[in-house]
């Protein structure tokens, strides 16, 4: 009857010889990464990016897919870059339009300042004499009722001026024309002067708007253009840090493996030379 012992003691010198070919395996690669780790670390890390990174298929497939979007983006900035477009050109057709109506609203305001200074000197003069008699009260009460109608359908003074002289309210028919026609040319300055700062905030709000308008849509042009052109950055490799351990703080090896580091480093050292020469 075999026992045990009798059936196992057969096989093993060829466990043995197993266990030592692993062992030997082992020793190799210990030794590979003691003597030449960097090798080792640098072929580990190449392989494990190219498992790492994704397969051409896939590349051309996700740069497809990035296409297509890119291009749906443009075309929806492109569209929002049009109408910025035309807003900008219709703002800056205002802008012109306020300009325009800015200097005119001056030009109308300096006459009216020249008829004052032109009434002002004529009324430093000595007034002619009138008989104050009623019918010359109610003639110069009709003059001033007609030039004060006369300005309100010219525009140069508004309704509620012109219920003013009318009623009498602050205005005294009964003095001179020139005096009533100089009281008049001033109520018509103040009121273009008005109309003048008027205008000119307009403009420059017209200005201001278009400015803006341009701004926008030079931005959504750069935006298409980025867009249609991107710019390709490149693509880091997978990195291991430290995956063979701290190596400053390791001890040199002596023999070989230190005359291989010493031809390594030999050409920093030459370069240091030559630089502190």
């Known amino acids: ?52 990174r994704p397969s051409s298929i896939d590349q051309a497939e996700r740069a497809r897919v990035q296409d297509r979007e890119r291009d749906r983006y443009a075309d929806e900035v492109a569209v929002a870059a049009a109408r910025a477009a035309a807003t900008a050109e219709r703002s800056r057709a205002e802008w012109l339009t306020a300009q325009e109506e800015a200097e005119v609203a001056w030009q109308t305001y300096q006459a009216a300042e020249d008829d004052v200074r032109r009434l002002a000197a004529a009324a430093a003069l000595p007034l002619p004499r009138t008989a104050r008699t009623p019918a010359e009260y109610a003639d110069r009460e ?69 400015e803006r308008a341009a701004a926008a849509a030079q931005s959504l042009r750069d935006e298409v253009f980025a867009a249609l052109h991107p710019v390709v950055e490149p693509q880091a490799e997978l990195s291991i840090v430290g995956f063979a351990g701290p190596d400053t703080t390791r001890e040199l090896p002596t023999g070989t493996a230190g005359a291989d580091i010493t031809r390594e480093l030999s050409p920093v050292a030459r370069g240091r030379a030559a630089v502190a020469a």
């Open 142 to 210: 009709r003059w001033l009722h007609r030039a004060a109608m006369d300005a309100q359908w010219r525009n140069e003074i508004t309704v509620r001026q012109l219920s003013d002289i009318l009623g009498g309210n602050g205005w005294d028919p009964s003095r001179h024309p020139v005096e009533q026609e100089l009281l008049l040319r001033r109520l018509v300055r103040d009121n273009l002067a008005a109309r003048h700062r008027a205008a000119t905030q307009r403009e420059q709000a017209a200005w201001q708007a278009a």
């Open 1 to 52: 009857m075999q026992t045990v012992f009798s059936t196992v003691l057969p096989d093993i010198p060829a466990a043995a010889v197993i266990w030592l070919a692993l062992l030997a395996v082992a020793a190799t690669v210990v030794a590979a990464l003691i003597v030449r780790p960097s090798r080792f670390r640098s072929e580990l890390v190449d392989r494990i990016s190219d498992a790492a």
